[in-house]
C-alpha cells in the first residue's frame, strides 16, 4: 500500500504548486458549484460537496467564496452548465493516468488533453482501458505521534474501511467518499486533526519509477495535463522512488 501514500505525497506537492500558480482556485469553485448543483447546497446531505468545501477551506479559500460557489452551483446560474468527463491514457513507459475533467465543451477539452499526452511521449486511451486499476476513496492523513488505537477508537462508529501505517510511520485513515465526512468529523470531535485529507482516485496498483529521467518525463506529462483549464484532478499509478523525487527538487 506504500504507493498510494506516496502518490498522496504527490498529489499534496502538485496541489502546493497549484496553489503558488494561482490555478486552483478556479478549480476549487468550478468542483463546489457542480457538487451542489448535482447534490444540493447542504454539505450534510451531499459527501461530494463536503469533500469539496474541505478541500477549498485546506487551501485558504475564504468561507464567502466558498459559499458563493455554492450558492452559484444550487441555483443553476448561467455559465455553470459544465459537464464532467474523464479521460484515460497512458505516459512514458505506459504509464496509467486518469485525467478529471469539468467542461463546457467536450470536443475542445479531449482534444487539448490528446494533445497533452502526444507532447510528453504518451497516448491518450479508450474508456475502460486504466480506469480498472483505480479506485475512488477518502484518505486522511493523521499526525505523527496518534497509536492507532486512538485512531481506531475516533473513527469506529464512523466506520473506516481502514488504517495503513505509512513507510514514515505515520497513520492514514481510509474511508468511502460517502463516509469520509462523518470520520473527519469524528477524528476532529477526538481531537486529532488530519494534516492532509482529500477524496480522490487512487491506484490499486503502482508502477515503480526509479530513473530521474523517466520520473521527469512522466511529472511533465502530469504538470501540462493539470495546466489545461478544463482539467480538476490528475492521477497517475506512478510510484516515485523518494530519491528520485529529491534529485528532481
Request: aromatic share 4%.
Amino acid at each position: 500500500m506504500a504507493g498510494h501514500s506516496k502518490w498522496a505525497n504527490i498529489k499534496h506537492r502538485k496541489a502546493a504548486q497549484d496553489a503558488r500558480r494561482g490555478k486552483i482556485f478556479n478549480k476549487l469553485i468550478r468542483e463546489l458549484s457542480v457538487a451542489a448543483r448535482q447534490g444540493g447546497p447542504e454539505p450534510a446531505d451531499n459527501p461530494r460537496l463536503r469533500a469539496a468545501i474541505d478541500k477549498a477551506l485546506a487551501n485558504n479559500m475564504t468561507k464567502e467564496a466558498i459559499q458563493r460557489a455554492v450558492d452559484r452551483g444550487a441555483g443553476n446560474a448561467d455559465g455553470d452548465a459544465m459537464e464532467e468527463c474523464i479521460y484515460e491514457g497512458y505516459g512514458p513507459e505506459g504509464v496509467a493516468v486518469m485525467v478529471e475533467c469539468l467542461t463546457d465543451n467536450r470536443n475542445r477539452t479531449v482534444s487539448e488533453v490528446r494533445h497533452a499526452f502526444g507532447k510528453q511521449g504518451g497516448n491518450l486511451g479508450t474508456t475502460g482501458s486504466v480506469a480498472f486499476m483505480f479506485h475512488r476513496q477518502g484518505r486522511l492523513l493523521l499526525p505523527e505521534g496518534v497509536t492507532e488505537e486512538a485512531a481506531i477508537e475516533a473513527t469506529l462508529e464512523a466506520e473506516p474501511e481502514e488504517i495503513e501505517r505509512r513507510d514514515d510511520g505515520r497513520l492514514e485513515v481510509v474511508a468511502t467518499p460517502d463516509s469520509f465526512g462523518r470520520v473527519k468529523d469524528a477524528l476532529v470531535a477526538a481531537g486529532i486533526e488530519p494534516e492532509q485529507s482529500d477524496v480522490g482516485l487512487y491506484p490499486e496498483t503502482t508502477t515503480p519509477i526509479t530513473e530521474p529521467e523517466l520520473a521527469g518525463r512522466v511529472l511533465k506529462l502530469l504538470d501540462r495535463l493539470e495546466d489545461l483549464d478544463d482539467v480538476q484532478n490528475v492521477t497517475t499509478n506512478a510510484e516515485f522512488a523518494d530519491d528520485v523525487l529529491d534529485q528532481l527538487d
